[in-house]
């Protein structure tokens, strides 16, 4: 299984601060296809999970544009440019490359 | 508004059985290919299970191979999943998801 894992883990940040957390996984996330199936999603405390980011770099329809992903390969990264209260919360990875899916274990963002 | 309602989680004794759904409304179900996701109380997100928009291609995750059933009726806008010799393990919540879209969750507790 591909392995995710993210750091850090708790990333307490200062309001309109920017804030960067990685993701590596254990494989290529390059499907056969050319494209890299790494996506982002944001759980707020007592909300079901939401995808920021898909492919990548691919924002959702409704998500800030403070919201990026970069990386390829293996190491990938999210950032929030300037951090705003409602982006407290639970942020994972996913691999949609390979079978059995696999999310990151989780970086818990907070305002310090 | 697009909504996925999940339904039939409760309490269970180990061994037993339940059989959850998830109700879509908004979009077109027959078109998105299908997930569940499950959380247990205070941890990450675990992927459970897929299926294609056809019902064609399916996949499991290791952890509930052989004891979970994945199915679809695209006519009733409707996801199952049927989980059978159930453990403490598979306490969680368990969402359906299409990825853009989530559900709001049903608690699943197996216990004596």
């Known amino acids: 299984d591909v392995v995710m894992t993210q750091s850090p883990l708790a990333l307490p940040v200062t309001l309109g601060q920017p804030a960067s957390i990685s993701c590596r996984s254990s494989?290529?996330?390059?499907?056969?296809?050319?494209?890299?199936?790494l996506s982002w999603f944001q759980q707020r405390p007592g909300q079901s999970p939401r995808r920021l980011i898909s492919?990548?770099?691919n924002r959702d329809s409704g998500v800030p544009d403070r919201f990026s992903g970069s990386g390829s390969g293996t190491d990938f990264t999210l950032k929030i440019s300037r951090v705003e209260a409602e982006d407290v919360g639970v942020y994972y990875c996913?691999?949609?490359?390979?079978?059995?899916?696999?999310f990151g274990p989780g970086t818990k963002v907070d305002i310090k | 508004e697009v909504q996925l309602v999940e339904s039939g989680g409760g309490l269970v004794q180990p061994g037993g059985s339940l059989r959850l759904s998830c109700a879509a409304s908004g979009f077109t179900f027959a078109t998105y290919d299908m997930n569940w996701v499950r959380q247990a109380p205070g941890k990450g997100l675990e992927w459970v299970s897929y299926i294609d928009r056809s019902g064609s291609y399916i996949y499991y995750a290791d952890s509930v191979k052989g004891r979970f059933t994945i199915s679809r009726d695209n006519a009733k806008n409707s996801l199952y999943l049927e989980m059978n010799s159930l453990r403490a393990e598979d306490t969680a919540f368990y969402y359906c998801?299409?990825?853009?879209?989530w559900g709001q969750g049903t608690l699943v507790t197996v216990s004596s």
């Open positions: 998801a299409t990825w853009d879209y």
């Open positions: 996913m691999q949609g490359a390979h079978w059995p899916l696999t």
């Open positions: 492919e990548v770099s």
């Open positions: 494989q290529s996330l390059v499907y056969s296809d050319g494209k890299t199936y």
